[in-house]
């Protein structure tokens, strides 16, 4: 529990600026899950070196309570070809089973908001010798939407993650063998996979509102067209295609939050500004709530987008 006061002089806290009332007696309830008594990470090194196999690792890992560290991706490999990977994590479990409130700031006069302390490392994540024959981490959430617990939640999204298996399943089914020029390879790997998959939706949307545009809108939204029709999704620095699609991005996340971002100076809703909006969109699962309304937003059941379209051009 930290009082309001002690905050008083915080500009920012994971990049994100808090708005801190003048009035001591409010309280936020906080917990740095890597800054607690007990230190996990040397044992799990000392096993490094003590086991003859990825198995006595899970078997030792199985033998904790929980995970008093840093969080990591710990990915391993023996002699004998196994592989394995376990999540890290310490994690806190609230009274509070709502979603995606990992490394938020919550109302600490409320009990559902309380920490309840480290999540059991049994609720972890270790896998050895998935089907798919490999792992790839991206600083992305790998659990599942039906955990028990929060955890993960305020990770990198997933989109970079989703590329890096496509590659590594296509080099697999096609039999390669991967080399350490691969592995540059995919890190200097451009495509989004985000855009490669919206970018026909985006199309749809701009073809269905024409109508409404002049000779000379539609002549320049056809232009436009025609270079998202040749667009596969790869961000290179010289694609003029790419450019229209960021373009299409800046416009469109604008609209959807123009009247719903947070004046931490006025202590009000504001108009959205390009700080606050890269606060805004750089969040876990946003990515997900941008693919959800860009495709409603195509599918326009029963009008309603044009209604709502309408509706703003009239205010």
Avoid at 99 to 105: C, D, E, T
Avoid at 198 to 205: D, F, V
Avoid at 238 to 256: E, G, K, P, R, T
Avoid at 306 to 314: F, L, M, P, V
Wanted: aromatic share 10%.
């Amino acid at each position: 529990m930290i009082s309001s006061e002690l905050l008083s002089d915080a500009q920012e806290l994971f990049g994100h600026k808090i708005p801190i009332k003048s009035d001591a007696s409010e309280y936020f309830s906080f917990s740095w899950g890597g800054n607690y008594l007990g230190e996990s990470y040397l044992g799990i090194l000392e096993k490094f070196s003590s086991c003859k196999d990825i198995l006595c690792l899970k078997e030792y890992v199985k033998t904790l309570k929980e995970w008093r560290s840093m969080p990591a991706n710990i990915l391993s490999a023996d002699s004998s070809g196994n592989i394995g990977y376990f999540l890290a994590s310490p994690s806190m479990a609230l009274n509070n089973s709502s979603p995606y409130l990992s490394s938020s700031m919550l109302d600490g006069s409320i009990s559902d908001n309380d920490a309840l302390g480290i999540v059991p490392i049994q609720t972890l994540p270790f896998s050895i010798n998935p089907s798919k024959g490999f792992f790839a981490a991206a600083n992305n959430r790998v659990m599942p939407e039906n955990s028990k617990y929060d955890v993960g939640t305020s990770g990198t999204i997933t989109p970079r993650a989703t590329r890096i298996n496509e590659i590594l399943r296509a080099g697999i089914d096609d039999g390669r063998k991967f080399t350490n020029q691969d592995m540059i390879d995919i890190q200097n790997d451009v495509v989004d996979v985000v855009a490669r998959d919206l970018t026909p939706k985006i199309i749809q949307i701009c073809k269905s509102g024409m109508t409404e545009l002049s000779r000379d809108e539609v002549d320049s939204v056809e232009f436009m067209l025609d270079l998202l029709e040749a667009f596969d999704g790869k961000m290179s620095p010289d694609s003029i295609s790419a450019s229209v699609y960021n373009l299409w991005n800046y416009f469109f996340l604008n609209s959807l939050f123009i009247d719903l971002t947070f004046d931490h100076s006025k202590s009000e809703l504001s108009q959205i500004n390009d700080q606050n909006r890269i606060n805004l969109v750089d969040r876990s699962n946003f990515i997900d709530f941008y693919q959800k309304v860009v495709n409603d937003v195509a599918l326009n059941k029963e009008g309603k987008y044009e209604a709502i379209c309408r509706e703003s051009k009239q205010a």
